[in-house]
T-cell receptor
Framework: AQSVTQPDIHITVSEGASLELRCNYS??????LFWYVQSPGQGLQLLLK??????LVQGIKGFEAEFKRSQSSFNLRKPSVHWSDAAEYFC???????????????FGKGTLLTVNP | ETGVTQTPRHLVMGMTNKKSLKCEQH?????MYWYKQSAKKPLELMFV???????ENNSVPSRFSPECPNSSHLFLHLHTLQPEDSALYLC???????????FGEGSRLTVL
C-alpha cells in the first residue's frame, strides 16, 4: 500500500524568501504524485502533478516540484514566497485501483505555511 | 458556476437529526468522491462513484449514506451522527481515468 509523509507540520517563512516543502512517498511501482493547496475555508486546489517524463514539474502560482526516485521524494519549491501563499499544502501519491479504473490518492497530513511580512 | 459546488457550507446538527450534504459538478466528469477532513489527520476517502455506480466504500459507518442520482450530483445523507463525525466533508470529481481531483469548498459539519 502507498503512503505519504510530510515531515514538517508547520513552516514559517518571510515574504520574498525561498520555500521548500518536503514530501516522501512509499509505493512499489512508478508513482503518480500531486501537490494540492488548501486556503482557509476552501477546498483543495491542484498545484502540479507528476505522471512521467521530465522530473522537474512546473505548476501554477510559480510553484515547481522535483521527483527524485532514488530518494522517494517529491519536494515542492518556490523561489520567492508571497503573503498569499499562506495555506496548507498536501502531497499525494496515486495508484490505479484494482480493475484499472480510478486512481486511489493517498494524502499526507499536510504542511501549514505561515508567511511573515 | 464554479467547478464543484457544495451545499450547505456549514451545518450544525444534533445526534438525532437527519440532514443531507449536496455536491454538484459542472466539469463533465464521470467520477465523484466524498472525503472527510478532520484536524490533524490525513484526508480520508469515504466513497467513490464511477458513472453513478458506487465502486468504493471505505468501511464507512452506515450512519453515512451516499446517493449519486447522476454523474453530476452526489449526496451524503446523515443520520444519528456522533460528535466525532464533526469534520469538513469534501466532495471531489474527476474523469475516471484521471488522477486529478477537483474539489469543492467543503461542508463544515458540527455534531452536538
Amino acid at each position: 500500500a502507498q503512503s505519504v509523509t510530510q515531515p514538517d507540520i508547520h513552516i514559517t517563512v518571510s515574504e520574498g524568501a525561498s520555500l521548500e516543502l518536503r514530501c516522501n512517498y512509499s509505493y512499489g511501482a512508478t508513482p503518480y504524485l500531486f501537490w494540492y493547496v488548501q486556503s482557509p475555508g476552501q477546498g483543495l486546489q491542484l498545484l502540479l502533478k507528476y505522471f512521467s517524463g521530465d522530473t522537474l514539474v512546473q505548476g501554477i502560482k510559480g510553484f515547481e516540484a522535483e521527483f527524485k526516485r532514488s530518494q522517494s521524494s517529491f519536494n515542492l519549491r518556490k523561489p520567492s514566497v508571497h503573503w498569499s501563499d499562506a495555506a496548507e499544502y498536501f502531497c499525494a501519491v496515486g495508484a490505479l485501483r484494482s480493475g484499472g479504473s480510478n486512481y486511489k490518492l493517498t494524502f499526507g497530513k499536510g504542511t501549514l505555511l505561515t508567511v511573515n511580512p | 458556476e464554479t467547478g464543484v459546488t457544495q451545499t450547505p457550507r456549514h451545518l450544525v446538527m444534533g445526534m438525532t437529526n437527519k440532514k443531507s450534504l449536496k455536491c454538484e459538478q459542472h466539469l463533465g466528469h464521470n467520477a465523484m468522491y466524498w472525503y472527510k477532513q478532520s484536524a490533524k489527520k490525513p484526508l480520508e476517502l469515504m466513497f467513490v462513484y464511477n458513472f453513478k455506480e458506487q465502486t468504493e466504500n471505505n468501511s464507512v459507518p452506515s450512519r453515512f449514506s451516499p446517493e449519486c442520482p447522476n454523474s453530476s450530483h452526489l449526496f451524503l445523507h446523515l443520520h444519528t451522527l456522533q460528535p466525532e463525525d464533526s469534520a469538513l466533508y469534501l466532495c471531489a470529481s474527476s474523469q475516471v481515468s484521471s488522477g486529478e481531483l477537483f474539489f469543492g469548498e467543503g461542508s463544515r459539519l458540527t455534531v452536538l
